[in-house]
């Protein structure tokens, strides 16, 4: 094998104001219709450089400008990658992208996302659903838990992963909450949200919270049996404002045994604390 130098290829420049891309993806054409458009995902943990995006660019290459998919947050998030797979069955490509925030002073966090397509519309809001992972059931087995962030019919969807590959092995999919409404349905608003998972020291199934998001609520979801082929799960409402319910946390912060679950109201500008006691 014989490497030859060759002059013959000539750089062209695409953008200059994506500050640290971490790679350039091939985006799938069905999502705009463009071939030969990339998904380019950006930033670091590098201070000054850490609110990153997934960034479209459509040809041609010269004089576009880079056009984000990722909703704007408080939080400054830099992605990685990006996979493209038809997440609810709605006919459109979504996005499934890593994430992380590495603040200076406080614990790193990293996230699996998946960007709900719009309606292959690069001018509307893409959705995110944090995807997150638990054993659910007590078989031993990790599900993926989806929230599926809608404006007029947002669900709460477990899968369960084959046991073998999963990339060749069946994915079943669970339903356990659906007719989740934002309070508008104004551009960029949707619920459900996310998930914490909590384990229950005398029970094979931990219980679920959930954030509303924009409904302006938060949610328990119980197994109602200890069976690990029953997927069906009672949803109560303990927390209602009129304003978005951001993600959820816990912790013992007293030491009494009893989790606490944080709530934070945007509205309100409040944190409520709840104590989730055990029967």
Request: hydrophobic fraction near 40%; glycine fraction near 6%; aromatic fraction near 10%.
């Amino acid at each position: 094998m014989l490497l030859c130098l060759t002059t013959s290829i000539v750089p062209t420049v695409i953008v200059d104001n994506i500050v640290w891309p971490n790679g350039i993806i091939s985006a799938d054409e069905r999502i705009f219709g463009f071939p030969y458009s990339i998904i380019v995902p950006d930033k670091f943990l590098v201070s000054s450089k850490t609110k990153g995006n997934l960034y479209l660019i459509p040809p041609p290459f010269t004089g576009q400008q880079p056009i984000p998919l990722v909703p704007s947050e408080q939080k400054l998030w830099f992605y990685h990658d990006a996979v493209f797979n038809d997440m609810d069955l709605d006919g459109y490509v979504d996005i499934v992208t890593a994430r992380a925030n590495v603040p200076l002073v406080s614990q790193p966090v990293g996230e699996l996302i998946w960007l709900t397509n719009p309606g292959n519309s690069s001018k509307e809001i893409w959705i995110i659903n944090h995807i997150a992972d638990a054993d659910l059931n007590g078989d031993s087995r990790v599900e993926l838990l989806v929230p599926c962030n809608d404006v007029k019919n947002g669900s709460f969807v477990v899968y369960e992963l084959p046991i073998d590959d999963f990339r060749s092995g069946e994915i079943v999919k669970h339903s356990l909450a659906t007719n989740f409404k934002p309070l508008s349905e104004s551009k960029g608003r949707g619920a459900s949200g996310s998930a914490l998972v909590v384990d229950i020291y005398d029970q094979r199934k931990p219980v679920i919270t959930l954030s509303g998001d924009d409904d302006g609520c938060a949610y328990l979801l119980v197994a109602q049996s200890e069976d690990v082929a029953d997927w069906n799960y009672t949803l109560t409402k303990f927390h209602q404002v009129e304003s978005t319910v951001g993600q959820l946390s816990g912790n013992d912060i007293d030491n009494d045994g009893n989790l606490k679950i944080f709530v934070p109201s945007y509205g309100q500008n409040q944190i409520t604390i709840y104590r989730l006691l055990h029967n």
